[in-house]
């Protein structure tokens, strides 16, 4: 029974690697002591959306839901089978911890605040 | 040109028209060759030829972009899916006239610094659909930026089951 089971995930594992990764559209705002990220993943629900900070490595994967169901008869596609994966190298310190993200209509707002040591301060002139 | 030089020539002429905002540091160092070799080939192509879910303002123009979808049927509906991301419900207008199934979406500025070049965001577009369709009966729904329309086909079109007697 549980070889069973695990057997199962291994497949689902499986599945989600064979689709292709395609790298989706983004946006970097600077706001203050923060910079704010806009990945258009369409088709992602908040629950398939995950982040991941390594390093100076910025990591942001979707995962898509199937947009059609199996017994749709496709006519004309356009729209590319794939999950999304977006990596970034990240040049500024960012505070790990405060890293938040909402998500809306299929985009993905990750909000990126600099981390306190690498803000720019004002030196004094005595 | 040895491909590094590409790299970095090409990064150099990227920089400019995209990031003329006056940014303090540079949050994201671009993928590079060391990354992905074919990421810079991917740019320029990206860049050059797609303007399907460009962001407001990549090309400066405003009504020429466009977005992707999908037509798909089975025996009792059409279904027409599109890409809009960052759309919301009401900024999405659906339209049945004459066999041809309009899509719109219109976008106002997010009122966020920067964003003045990007006033606003229009984008069209239309697909023929069959005659036969039930045009009371046309749902849309939209989930995570994509949008299904439904388009149930008419009842004399569906296929059927003929008894022989």
Redesign the interface.
């Known amino acids: 029974m549980s070889t069973e089971v695990a057997k199962q995930e291994n497949q689902t594992l499986e599945k989600v690697r064979d689709l292709p990764m395609v790298s989706p559209r983004y946006r970097v705002r600077n706001l203050d002591h923060a910079y704010r990220i806009d990945v258009q993943m369409p088709g992602v629900n908040r629950e398939s959306a995950r982040i991941t900070i390594e390093g100076d490595q910025l990591v942001i994967e979707g995962e898509r839901s199937q947009h059609f169901a199996d017994s749709w008869q496709a006519v004309h596609r356009e729209i590319a089978v794939a999950n999304y994966r977006l990596v970034l190298d990240l040049n500024v310190q960012i505070d790990a911890d405060k890293v938040s993200a909402r998500s809306e209509n299929g985009v993905l707002q990750v909000t990126l605040p600099v981390a306190e040591a690498a803000r720019p301060r004002m030196i004094e002139v005595n | 040109m040895d491909l590094n030089r590409l790299a970095s020539f090409m990064q150099n002429v990227q920089l400019k028209p995209f990031h003329k905002?006056e940014?303090?540091?540079?949050?994201?160092?671009y993928?590079n060759i060391a990354?992905d070799a074919w990421s810079e080939l991917?740019r320029m192509f990206e860049r050059a030829f797609s303007d399907?879910?460009?962001?407001p303002g990549f090309w400066g123009r405003r009504s020429l972009q466009s977005f992707?979808?999908?037509?798909?049927?089975?025996e009792a509906n059409?279904?027409i899916?599109a890409?809009?991301?960052?759309?919301?419900r009401k900024d999405i207008q659906v339209e049945l006239e004459n066999e041809v199934l309009t899509i719109s979406a219109k976008r106002e500025s997010e009122g966020?610094?920067?964003a003045s070049r990007e006033s606003s965001l229009n984008v069209s577009r239309s697909v023929a659909v069959e005659k036969a369709i039930q045009a009371d009966k046309v749902q849309a729904k939209?989930?995570?930026?994509?949008l299904?329309v439904t388009l149930p086909k008419a009842e004399e079109r569906r296929p059927r089951m003929i008894e022989v007697s």
């Open positions: 905002k940014e303090t540091m540079r949050l994201i160092k993928d990354n991917d399907a879910g460009a962001w992707r979808l999908d037509s798909y049927q089975d059409h279904y899916v890409e809009l991301p960052g759309f919301d966020e610094e920067g939209l989930e995570n930026g994509l299904t």
